[in-house]
């Protein structure tokens, strides 16, 4: 397992980004729900940034696809878990952005990745004070080789630089109308992610939580927010769900709880999935009740 940053050369001639993007090869775990079954995807990293990761997956991805993503970063001891929706493909490359991210996780990666960032810095300073000494004899005849070789290079006409300039005007008047795109694509994308199914509808029958608990299959252990970390509440979260015929939560209502607490109960209880239950040998939507515990350590 090993992992890279970008040349510090990169950071001061490349274009700036908003959230720099780092090398990182590592092996990561992918969890898909389709058709209300999740599905376990191995992957590889490619490059990884505050707000996502680049990847390539054993598996299609579809852009819009809610996905949970498991890795762990070198030289660290805490895996990163998080909820992330797939922006892009490209040639079995996938662009995924983390959707709420917990405090402690996005901790994590910055600290990891401004670590990685800083590293390659006295690296390149180390070679240049190297490599100098050997390039002061030939810094004139180099100039001056450079300056004729300009000279007998041909220059683009007028006319051939005004198409230059008009392309490019082109291609940035596609990319801005690229982004626009995006940005209104992205409540809809982002929407069903986390919108809850109304909570009125009556399902065929009620079953007692002991008995679903024996029907689980999957289930996901929720991220302890770290705001509620520092402010000491822990509590139990329960909530009313609906598990649909596929065994999938489809609905779902907090009931009790610490409000700082309930949304990462929900985020995780709806990535769980049960045993289809069954009444005369077919099986039926059920409501129950689902209590998610959070306990600070001494």
């Not at 090869?25 to 058709?35: D, F, W």
């Not at 191995?42 to 996502?52: C, D, S, W």
């Not at 670590?115 to 030939?138: F, I, M, N, R, Y």
């Not at 005849?141 to 683009?156: D, I, R, T, V």
Request: glycine share 8%; aromatic share 8%.
């Amino acid at each position: 397992m090993s992992a890279g940053t970008t040349p510090a050369l990169e950071h001061d001639f490349a274009p700036k980004r908003k959230v720099p993007r780092y090398k990182l090869t590592v092996p990561l775990h992918l969890t898909v729900l389709r058709s209300g079954i999740p599905e376990q995807i191995p992957g590889r990293a490619l490059e990884i940034g505050e707000g996502g990761i680049g990847l390539v997956a054993a598996s299609q991805l579809m852009p819009g696809e809610s996905v949970r993503v498991e890795f762990l970063l070198p030289h660290m001891t805490t895996p990163v878990r998080a909820t992330a929706v797939v922006r892009y493909e490209h040639a079995r490359g996938f662009g995924l952005q983390f959707l709420r991210l917990p405090v402690e996780q996005q901790s994590i990666i910055r600290y990891w990745t401004r670590g990685e960032g800083e590293v390659s810095l006295p690296d390149l300073k180390l070679q240049t004070a190297q490599t100098t000494p050997a390039l002061e004899g030939t810094v004139v005849q180099s100039e001056a080789l450079q300056y004729w070789e300009n000279l007998a290079s041909p220059q683009p006409s007028l006319g051939l630089r005004r198409w230059i300039a008009f392309g490019a005007a082109l291609l940035v008047i596609a990319s801005c109308l690229g982004w626009w795109r995006w940005q209104q694509a992205w409540s809809e994308l982002e929407a069903p992610v986390y919108a809850s199914e109304p909570a009125a509808i009556q399902p065929a029958m009620k079953v007692a939580p002991e008995v679903m608990q024996q029907h689980i299959r999957h289930k996901v252990l929720p991220d302890y927010p770290e705001s509620a970390r520092q402010a000491a509440v822990q509590g139990t979260v329960v909530l009313k769900v609906v598990v649909n015929a596929e065994g999938s939560v489809s609905r779902w209502r907090v009931l009790s709880g610490p409000e700082a607490l309930t949304q990462a109960a929900i985020d995780a209880v709806r990535w769980w999935h049960y045993e289809p239950y069954s009444v005369g040998g077919h099986a039926v939507p059920v409501e129950t009740t689902v209590s998610v515990g959070f306990q600070l350590a001494n």
